[in-house]
């Protein structure tokens, strides 16, 4: 029986020497049965590596004798394509980096069916965050602080001593807006049987939805459903919209709206744009900034808005950060201070798209926890878009989109 392993460590990186030496059969302290042979790395890094291939030279790799741009393929189609190329290559054992990462539950039972065949033919090492990820397989568990391996032992003596207590609370109030809220309107967004088809092929099909003002839903759907022309729809990016029957923020499109306008009622997160802010602002200059709505601020604030950007980072346990720079923070504490970025002038409406992709347990509970306060201490209508069901979150409604020949269907599900 091979020995597979899973890996654990909240400062691992996959260019880290640990896995390097890994990956070229040399971490003989902990893999003497690896010495010598050569792995695989299964991750979005490497799949990042194959579109960055194909945009610049044209090289379609994985798309292979599809003939389509890898780009245009579904996150659940990526990650088979890029694990066919990499078996094809015939590997003496496999490292996955989280590799259930924004797939659908239809996509992961693949993959853990896929990955269960692979482990009978190859060693698996599994570099994991969340304690559901785990695959059945897995039989040996390490874990890393500071490049170094602090436990390597059976997995049940792992889960015992690393068990993460996901208790948390936030003391302090909701902040209250700086100017006082005026809006006036009850319907946030309201779709009424809005179809869409992209190239003749149908995305969605005869879409019925309404979010009131303060009500708070996840939306739901497997990979390529349509949950990102819906997002698109509402934040006004999307010119599909028009002509269709939707009305936001109490005005039916396309009767004079700008995209500013629109845009100004919306606070939005989503972690990829974490890689927008690569400049030395602090993490008070970071929350500020969701007044201008500017990538990092550049104006000198007034008093009041000083005053509210405390009151964020006092609230999210990072007043004593207010002065560090924001790339230097944590990746749960860089997602804290742009959801406080996006919340500091109160929008109507929050859209967070998998906010907690990539965390571990007790950082995706921590982020819950904020949400479910955003959500029941403002005014503000939150539309939190998953694939992952998150134990500690509280969302009334779920909005599920369920594909279909036609495009996909909406369903409303009960609480």
């Given at each position: 029986?091979?020995?597979?392993?899973?890996?654990?460590?909240?400062?691992?990186?996959?260019?880290?020497?640990?896995?390097?030496?890994?990956l070229?059969?040399?971490?003989?302290?902990?893999?003497?049965?690896?010495?010598?042979k050569?792995?695989?790395l299964?991750?979005?890094?490497?799949?990042?590596?194959?579109?960055?291939?194909?945009?610049?030279?044209?090289?379609?790799v994985?798309?292979?004798?599809?003939?389509?741009?890898?780009?245009?393929?579904?996150?659940?189609?990526?990650?088979?394509?890029?694990?066919?190329?990499?078996?094809?290559?015939?590997?003496?054992?496999?490292?996955?980096?989280?590799?259930?990462?924004a797939?659908?539950?239809?996509?992961?039972?693949?993959?853990?069916?896929?990955?269960?065949?692979?482990s009978?033919?190859?060693?698996?090492?599994?570099?994991?965050?969340?304690?559901?990820?785990l695959?059945?397989?897995?039989?040996?568990?390490?874990?890393?602080?500071?490049?170094?391996?602090?436990?390597?032992?059976?997995?049940?003596?792992?889960?015992?001593?690393?068990?993460?207590?996901?208790?948390?609370?936030?003391?302090?109030?909701?902040?209250?807006?700086?100017?006082?809220?005026?809006?006036?309107?009850?319907?946030?967004?309201?779709?009424?049987?809005?179809?869409?088809?992209?190239?003749?092929?149908?995305?969605?099909?005869?879409?019925?939805?309404t979010?009131?003002?303060?009500?708070?839903?996840?939306?739901?759907?497997?990979?390529?459903?349509?949950?990102?022309?819906?997002?698109?729809?509402?934040?006004?990016?999307?010119?599909?919209?028009?002509?269709?029957?939707?009305?936001?923020?109490?005005?039916?499109?396309?009767?004079?709206?700008?995209?500013?306008?629109?845009?100004?009622?919306?606070?939005?997160?989503?972690?990829?744009?974490?890689?927008?802010?690569?400049?030395?602002?602090?993490?008070?200059?970071?929350?500020?900034?969701?007044?201008?709505?500017?990538?990092?601020?550049?104006?000198?604030?007034?008093?009041?808005?000083?005053?509210?950007?405390?009151?964020?980072?006092?609230?999210?346990?990072?007043?004593?950060?207010?002065?560090?720079?924001?790339?230097?923070?944590?990746?749960?504490?860089?997602?804290?201070?742009?959801?406080?970025?996006?919340?500091?002038?109160?929008?109507?409406?929050?859209?967070?798209?998998?906010?907690?992709?990539?965390?571990?347990?007790?950082?995706?509970?921590?982020?819950?926890?904020?949400?479910?306060?955003?959500?029941?201490?403002?005014?503000?209508?939150?539309?939190?878009?998953?694939?992952?069901?998150?134990?500690?979150?509280?969302?009334?409604?779920?909005?599920?989109?369920?594909?279909?020949?036609?495009?996909?269907?909406?369903?409303?599900?009960?609480?």
């Amino acid at each position: 029986m091979h020995k597979h392993t899973a890996i654990n460590g909240n400062d691992l990186s996959m260019n880290s020497p640990f896995i390097k030496a890994l990956l070229k059969g040399e971490n003989n302290e902990y893999f003497p049965e690896l010495k010598g042979k050569k792995g695989a790395l299964y991750s979005n890094s490497t799949l990042a590596q194959f579109i960055e291939e194909e945009f610049r030279h044209d090289n379609f790799v994985l798309g292979g004798q599809s003939g389509r741009s890898i780009r245009s393929f579904s996150s659940g189609e990526q990650k088979k394509a890029l694990l066919d190329y990499l078996m094809h290559k015939s590997p003496d054992f496999i490292v996955l980096d989280n590799p259930f990462d924004a797939l659908d539950t239809s996509s992961v039972n693949q993959l853990k069916r896929r990955l269960l065949n692979i482990s009978r033919q190859m060693p698996v090492i599994q570099v994991f965050k969340r304690k559901a990820d785990l695959l059945p397989f897995i039989n040996h568990a390490m874990r890393l602080h500071m490049g170094e391996v602090v436990f390597s032992g059976g997995v049940a003596s792992y889960l015992r001593k690393y068990e993460q207590n996901k208790e948390v609370h936030y003391c302090t109030a909701i902040p209250a807006p700086l100017h006082q809220i005026t809006e006036e309107f009850r319907v946030i967004a309201k779709f009424t049987d809005v179809s869409v088809n992209y190239n003749s092929r149908p995305i969605l099909s005869k879409i019925n939805w309404t979010i009131q003002a303060g009500e708070f839903w996840q939306l739901k759907g497997p990979n390529g459903s349509g949950k990102t022309t819906l997002l698109t729809m509402i934040n006004g990016d999307n010119p599909k919209a028009f002509g269709q029957n939707i009305e936001l923020f109490g005005r039916k499109k396309g009767t004079g709206e700008s995209v500013w306008e629109i845009k100004k009622r919306i606070g939005y997160f989503t972690p990829s744009m974490m890689d927008l802010f690569t400049r030395r602002q602090s993490a008070m200059q970071m929350v500020i900034s969701g007044f201008h709505d500017s990538i990092g601020l550049y104006q000198r604030p007034s008093e009041g808005e000083l005053t509210a950007a405390r009151r964020w980072l006092d609230l999210i346990h990072l007043s004593d950060y207010a002065n560090r720079p924001f790339i230097e923070l944590t990746q749960v504490q860089r997602r804290m201070v742009l959801i406080a970025r996006a919340m500091i002038k109160h929008p109507p409406l929050l859209i967070l798209d998998e906010p907690s992709t990539g965390l571990d347990d007790q950082s995706a509970a921590l982020l819950s926890a904020l949400i479910n306060k955003i959500a029941s201490e403002s005014q503000s209508a939150i539309l939190y878009v998953s694939h992952r069901l998150e134990p500690d979150l509280q969302p009334q409604f779920i909005y599920q989109l369920i594909p279909g020949k036609n495009g996909s269907l909406g369903e409303n599900i009960e609480q």
